[in-house]
């Protein structure tokens, strides 16, 4: 309930302050809201992880001391190998940002042109363009869903990633 309050009051505060430079930018309304929208939604899905900050190394320092103790020196050959396979986490994050920022351009398109439409319907029934916008529509959307299949195969392998890792390298 917080975090829907604490979603509406910033993405309120992101929308009227692009309301009043647009302008100046050339961004339609309907990117506006999208792209707070967005922005909005990403702090609300990483404020549950939070916590990790302090948490992380306090379990990687008690993990460590308690993997030591029980087996000596494979713990700490254990906590090594956890160690090195970090970058592989840290190149599929970079990754997800590559794959993020395509999303993000693929929905802003066909927002846009579904804005379009719903502007220019009248035009769009006059001279029979149905069937030339729905296509324009749909490529979009095709866009935007493999972008989003690939987000979630990214997201899939990073999870499994940080559930098997610490079991494998034990």
Known sequence: LALNRCRSVTNYVIFRKAMRIRS???????????????????????????????????????????????????????LGLLALLYPLIFVIGRIQMIVRRNYSKANSMRVLLISEFLQGVNVVKMY???????????????????????????????????????????
């Open 128 to 170: 029979g363009w149905e069937q030339f916008i729905k296509d324009r529509i749909l490529s979009a959307r095709k866009d935007e869903m493999r972008s989003t299949r690939q987000e979630l195969l990214l997201w899939s392998i990073t999870s499994v990633n940080m559930i098997c890792f610490p079991t494998l390298t034990i």
């Open 24 to 78: 100046s930018v050339g961004i339609t309304s309907a990117e506006i809201a999208v792209i707070s929208s967005q922005d909005t939604q990403r702090f609300i899905d990483i404020a549950p992880f939070f916590q990790l900050l302090w948490a992380s190394p306090l379990q990687i320092v008690v993990g460590g001391a308690l993997l030591y103790y029980f087996l000596g020196p494979v713990g700490l050959f254990a």
